[in-house]
């Protein structure tokens, strides 16, 4: 999943596009959207927003519940990959979150991409400011490893090496979010050998 940052970044993951689905951390992340799905209720007439929406392994699959997703991404080749998935009710936008949406969303939804922005606390108030009003939030992360999991972490713009809950869960109440709630969503097993275990940080806008 691809996020805002550095030139660095938006070269990696341009080159990177058509080959990313097939990547085998791709394929472990497979199965991250039916877990997400099954603790996040979602509805017919929700338009989520897909942070660092890449090729698009949320949005293609929450496409089919709701109305409307905008998957935004720093990526053109990435969006360009999912673009050409063919979903009727997905739009991409190609830009910095931190640039402001021009609509609001009732879910905003997120799959490894968190870890990729330096300003963290910035990050959860956008995503916060970006919903209506009792509108949720589903993301998914990195709980804090020793930075061994990308290994080339400058060239991949790896900003954080995971993140602690308790942390994360007291940024994302001063940006105005309530019933926090974390879940152990899956590991993933790397070539390294090691197990890294992914988190689901669950929340809604007061």
């Not at 070269?11 to 097939?22: E, I, K, L, N």
């Not at 698009?56 to 720093?74: E, F, K, N, R």
């Not at 804090?144 to 109440?173: C, I, W, Y």
């Amino acid at each position: 999943m691809t996020t805002p940052s550095t030139p660095t970044t938006a070269t990696h993951f341009d080159v990177s596009a058509r080959d990313w689905d097939q990547r085998p951390m791709s394929q472990q992340l497979a199965s991250v959207p039916a877990r997400l799905l099954a603790q996040v209720p979602l509805h017919a007439d929700d338009h989520v927003l897909d942070f660092g929406a890449g090729t698009g392994l949320l949005s293609t699959a929450i496409a089919p519940q709701v109305a409307q997703v905008t998957a935004l991404d720093t990526s053109a080749a990435m969006l360009q990959v999912l673009h050409e998935k063919g979903f009727a009710n997905i739009t991409t936008r190609q830009q910095d979150i931190f640039a402001g949406l021009p609509e609001r969303y009732n879910v905003v939804v997120s799959c490894m991409a968190m870890h990729h922005v330096a300003n963290t606390a910035a990050l959860l108030q956008a995503f916060a400011d970006a919903l209506h009003r009792g509108g949720r939030i589903a993301l998914v992360d990195l709980v804090t490893e020793d930075g061994s999991f990308h290994g080339d972490n400058e060239a991949k713009g790896v900003q954080h090496f995971g993140f602690a809950p308790a942390a994360l869960q007291a940024l994302a109440e001063q940006a105005g979010v309530t019933d926090i709630a974390f879940s152990h969503l899956q590991e993933m097993q790397h070539r390294n050998g090691r197990a890294y275990p992914l988190f689901l940080m669950t929340g809604c806008k007061a």
